[in-house]
């Protein structure tokens, strides 16, 4: 029914950027909150950036000042700008949104994405 696609993964050096994006697609009524999360192996998952339906922005600290998260409701896209990458930023990224579809009952509704590797080296 609902699918979030994530783009725009991969290899940078330390000081690059990278983009990454996350649409929402299938069958429902309305993204509410989206963010982005990451796991390195052996971690635990952990928070990087979070935005409101009306636009209001939490970071961790480390990717404030680095990493920027914006949305395009037309688009139902979700966006990670990441800045001055550090080798600690290494680790599958992952898209969350909370989604409101139709059904027997009108809901709220969490979603994942599939994760996108992002690989910072020296």
């Known amino acids: 029914q609902v699918q979030l696609v994530e783009s725009g993964g991969g290899s940078v050096q330390a000081g690059g950027s990278l983009r990454l994006s996350c649409a929402a697609s299938g069958s429902f009524l309305s993204v509410n909150n989206m963010g982005w999360y990451r796991q390195a192996p052996g971690k635990q998952r952990e928070l990087v950036a979070y935005i409101f339906r009306g636009g209001s922005t939490n970071y961790a600290d480390s990717a404030k000042g680095r990493f920027t998260i914006s949305r395009d409701n037309a688009k139902n896209t979700v966006y990670l700008q990441m800045n001055s990458l550090k080798l600690e930023d290494t680790s599958v990224y992952y898209c969350?949104?909370?989604?409101?579809?139709?059904?027997?009952?009108?809901?709220?509704?969490?979603?994942w994405g599939q994760g996108t590797q992002v690989t910072v080296s020296s």
């Open positions: 969350n949104a909370d989604i409101t579809v139709a059904g027997a009952l009108t809901s709220l509704r969490n979603y």
